[in-house]
């Protein structure tokens, strides 16, 4: 670590030490204003970090240190291609795929923009005539159904985007299948006739265990109904388009892309197909367009009003200067109900990383565990911790203002209610005294409210970012992923890691394909530890009966 960047990580801890005495509430009473200096939009987007423990001068400060760990330059190096991937000796271009780069970004010499555009018209044409019928069932008739068949960065993205978008469906039913756990396509395939479902596999190696083995059962599903004919039902998503090819897929249904998009950011290539499917190619170009505006404004707007900065300055904040160790992801809106997911696997595959990208040891703690569940579901089953545990764990909000549904009546006013009054208990909370001039629910007074304030009390100071946004359509979509996405990378600067690798997967599949042969009688593995192999004989004799 460079003189400059350690000095800068001293002022940033100082400040730390400064505001850790300082509750929330004494930052608001000392400045009351504290929302017009915190919040930052784009657009119609808005990040509100008012109810962060921050201030000006702690703001300055990893200002500074963004700047003394050339974020500049490292935002620069991702945009135009060069191998910031280096252990991977790749680019990390997903914003090329969206038209977020210059129109002449190149890798190795080549530009990378015409074959983007290729297969994105060859893509979208196929969900046009998948969602016309002009590419239907060989039996006749179009396709009623479509199951998507990925896992990780080839599933959590498109299943996110479909739930999300779904007052904007408008074409055939869409399912996913990821887990090598029979019952996830079991289950899926149960509620669909095989003669007029499309099968998409989705696999940017095109040899994970889990979607190569769904992939093989699901063929055998379709052979059922359409015998000889099964690969007519299928189309395929990878980078690897030969073992597509050898899967016995034709190649007008392969449609490929680049090792330089990472899994978990490959939602904008064909691995969105079942969103574009689903959704329509216009919507899906809208989607595109919103991530691609959020590429335009990282790369181009000043440090100190930069949403993905500001917002991946916070994460360091917390993580390294307030020491805390997760942060929960609560979307208000029952349609961003996988957002959390998604973003856990943005975020913990990209930046849980124990070594910086000199091998050497990361100087300081790393991503923070991300979790979540939709609101307001979640203030009645995890919130108790998040106000009155023992732990401080700061939470993001992410807020429509307009509801995106014909129920009417109050719900959306109680929706947005309910988001911004959890940002206030967490952030105020209640005082012992405030609690016994608080009625009970039952009334109680006199000595019983005395005896209830300490359970009735919050400490409140704890932390909370709110993300507002006009409503939720493709556009906001793709503006809200690629915020989430380049915060990542700027945590990562931060961090000193490399956030487009995942070595670390990599054990426990090896692990898998060793112990797998035993469950079915093999001899275990030589050196197999004690537990290991118990656990697999106890397996074994239990599945006999
Ligand atoms: O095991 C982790 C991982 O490699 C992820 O990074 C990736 O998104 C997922 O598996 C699926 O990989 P593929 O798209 O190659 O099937």
Redesign the pocket.
Known sequence: MSDTVAAAWRAVEREGERLRTLSLRTLFARAPERFASFSFGHEDLLVDLSKEKVDRPALDALLALAEAAELPAWREALFTGRRVNATEDRAALHMALRGGTDPDVAVGGSAVLPEVEEVRERFLAFARDVRSGRYGACGGGPFTDVLHI???????GPEMAVRALRPDHDGPRVHFVSNVDGSDLADASARLDPARTLVLV???????L??MTNARSARRWLEGAVAGRAAAHMAAI?SNVEAAADFGIEGDRVFGFRDWV???Y?LWSA?GLPVAIAVGPDRFRALLAGAAAMDRHFRGAPLERNLPVLMGLMSVWRRNVMGWPSVALIPYDQRLGRFPAYVQ?LAM?SNGKRVARDGTPAARPTAPVVWGEPGTNAQHSFFQLLHQGTDVVPVEFIIAAEARNAVGGDHHRLLVANCLAQGQALAFGRTGEEAQRAPTASGAAGPDADRLAPHRSFPGDRPSTTVAHRRLDARTLGRLIALYEHRVFVESVLWGVNPFD?WG?ELG?ALAERLQPALAGAPLPAGTDSSTAGLVVHLRRSAAG
């Open positions: 990925g896992i990780g960065g080839s599933h959590l989705a696999s940017k190696t095109f040899t994970t889990e979607t990878s990472g899994g978990r490959s691995v696997q595959e995942q997967v599949k």
